[in-house]
C-alpha cells in the first residue's frame, strides 16, 4: 500500500514540477469560479439552454481553429516562455471581464466576445502547457504519473472553485467572482517565473506550417494507437460530455435552486474526477489503462441515465460524483496515452490534435445538447446522451482493448466497478 501511494505522488519528487503544480492549482480554482460564474449569469439573463451552448461554443471552438498552429508553436518555439505569454493574456481578459461586469456594464455579446478571446488564447495556451510537462520531471518514466496529478490539480480545482463560485455569485456577486480569477493568474505566472529548466531541443524549421500540419495528421493516421484514442475522444466530446451545459437549467428548474445550487453540483462532479485522477496515477500500464476507459464510458452512461430521472438534489449530487469519476477521466487517459506514444517533435502536434478532438467537438456539441433541450428537454437529452455513452463503450472496445485481453476479464472489471458504487 505505501508504495503504491509513493508511486502515486512520484512526479512531485522534481522541484520545477512542484513549483509549477502550486502554480496551477491557484490559477484553476480561478478559472473554475470564471467558468460557473459565467454560465449562471447568462443563463440569469437569457434562460435559454441555446444560448447556453452558444456559450460553450464561443469558449471552446477558437481551440479548434487554432490548435493546430498552437501545435507548431508549441514544437518550433521556447514553450515556458509561450505559456508564460498566454497567462498574462489571460490575466488581461479575466482582468477586462471583471472589470466590466463591476461596472454594471454586462451585455450577452460582451461577454461571448470575451471568452471567445480565451478560447483563442487557450488554443495556443494547451500544446505548449502540456507539452512543458516533459521538461518539469527529471526522471521520463514519472511521466504518466506528472499527467494524471496535473489532471488532479484541474479537478481539485473543479470541486473547490465551483462552489467557491456559487457562494460568492450569491452574496457579493458575479463581479467579484470574476476579480478573483484575475488575480488567481498571478499564482501561476509567478511559478513560471521561478522555474529553472534545461534549455529546449528545438529543431530548426525546414517547412511551412501547411507541410508540417499534413505531416502531423499523416503520423496520427499511421499510428495504431494515437488514432482510435483521439477519435474516441471527439466522439464522446460531441455526444456525451456536453451534458453540463445543462446543468444551470437542472440547479434552477428541477432542484429549484441559486447558484450555490449550481456550484454544489459541479463541485460534486469534480470530486468525483479528483478521485478518478488520484485514481489514473496510481495505473501504470497502459492496457489497463484503455480498459478503465472504456468501463468508464459504461458508467458514465448509466449514471446520466439515473441523473434524467432523479429530482431530489442530495441523490443527484451524489450521481454527479460517479458522472464525474467516470466521465471527466477520459480526457486524461487519452492524454496521457498520447503523451507517451507521440515522438518527441510530435509531441505538441499530437497533443493540438488532442485539442483539436476534444475542444473542437465539445462546442458543436453543446450547440447540439442545447438545441435538443430547447425542443425535447434537458432530462430527455441527457437520457439519450447516457445511452450513447453505453454504446460507444461497446463499439470502440475493438478497437482500444488488446487481443490478449479476455472479454471475461473486461465484463469482471465492469462488474466490481459497477458493485462500488
Excluded at 534545461?198 to 494515437?226: A, R
Excluded at 445538447?369 to 425535447?376: A, E, I, P
Amino acid at each position: 500500500m505505501n508504495s503504491r501511494i509513493k508511486y502515486t505522488f512520484k512526479a512531485l519528487k522534481s522541484p520545477n514540477y512542484r513549483i509549477f503544480i502550486t502554480g496551477q492549482a491557484i490559477s484553476r480554482i480561478g478559472t473554475w469560479m470564471e467558468r460557473t460564474g459565467v454560465s449562471w449569469v447568462v443563463y440569469e439573463m437569457t434562460h435559454s439552454t441555446f444560448i447556453l451552448g452558444l456559450t460553450v461554443f464561443a469558449s471552446q471552438f477558437p481551440s479548434f481553429v487554432f490548435s493546430l498552429y498552437g501545435g507548431i508553436i508549441s514544437d518550433r518555439y521556447n514553450r515556458h516562455k509561450v505559456v508564460l505569454f498566454t497567462q498574462i493574456a489571460s490575466m488581461i481578459q479575466a482582468t477586462i471581464l471583471a472589470v466590466l461586469v463591476l461596472m454594471g456594464d454586462t451585455q450577452i455579446w460582451i461577454i461571448l466576445v470575451l471568452i471567445t478571446i480565451l478560447g483563442i488564447i487557450n488554443a495556443f495556451d494547451i500544446p505548449a502547457r502540456q507539452s512543458l510537462v516533459h521538461q518539469l520531471i527529471e526522471d521520463p518514466e514519472d511521466l504518466p504519473n506528472a499527467v494524471s496529478l496535473n489532471s488532479s490539480v484541474v479537478n481539485i480545482a473543479r470541486l473547490v472553485g465551483p462552489a467557491l463560485s456559487g457562494i460568492i455569485l450569491s452574496t457579493l456577486g458575479a463581479g467579484i467572482c470574476f476579480s478573483i480569477n484575475a488575480l488567481s493568474y498571478l499564482a501561476v505566472i509567478i511559478s513560471l517565473l521561478f522555474l529553472k529548466l534545461k534549455p529546449q531541443i528545438i529543431k530548426p524549421k525546414k517547412q511551412s506550417n501547411l507541410v508540417e500540419i499534413k505531416e502531423g495528421f499523416n503520423y496520427l493516421k499511421s499510428n495504431q494507437i494515437l488514432a482510435p484514442i483521439t477519435l474516441y475522444i471527439a466522439v464522446v466530446s460531441f455526444l456525451i460530455l456536453p451534458y453540463n451545459t445543462l446543468l444551470p437549467e437542472f440547479a434552477k428548474e428541477i432542484f429549484h435552486g441559486d447558484a450555490q445550487t449550481y456550484g454544489y453540483i459541479n463541485s460534486s462532479i469534480g470530486c468525483g474526477a479528483l478521485l478518478g485522477t488520484i485514481f489514473l496515477a496510481s495505473l501504470k500500464s497502459e492496457s489497463k489503462q484503455r480498459i478503465v476507459l472504456l468501463l468508464n464510458s459504461f458508467l458514465l452512461g448509466l449514471s446520466l441515465i439515473a441523473f434524467s430521472f432523479i429530482t431530489y438534489l442530495p441523490v443527484a449530487l451524489l450521481i454527479s460524483v460517479i458522472a464525474g469519476f467516470s466521465g471527466l477521466t477520459q480526457s486524461t487517459i487519452c492524454l496521457t496515452i498520447i503523451q507517451t506514444r507521440s515522438d518527441p517533435d510530435m509531441r505538441g502536434r499530437m497533443i493540438s490534435l488532442f485539442a483539436m478532438a476534444m475542444f473542437g467537438m465539445l462546442p458543436l456539441g453543446s450547440l447540439l445538447v442545447g438545441t435538443v433541450s430547447h425542443n425535447l428537454g434537458s432530462s430527455h437529452t441527457i437520457l439519450f446522451e447516457g445511452i450513447l455513452a453505453i454504446v460507444v463503450s461497446f463499439v470502440f472496445a475493438k478497437y482500444l482493448i488488446s487481443k490478449n485481453i479476455s472479454r471475461e476479464t473486461i465484463v469482471n472489471k465492469m462488474k466490481e466497478k459497477v458493485n462500488s458504487f
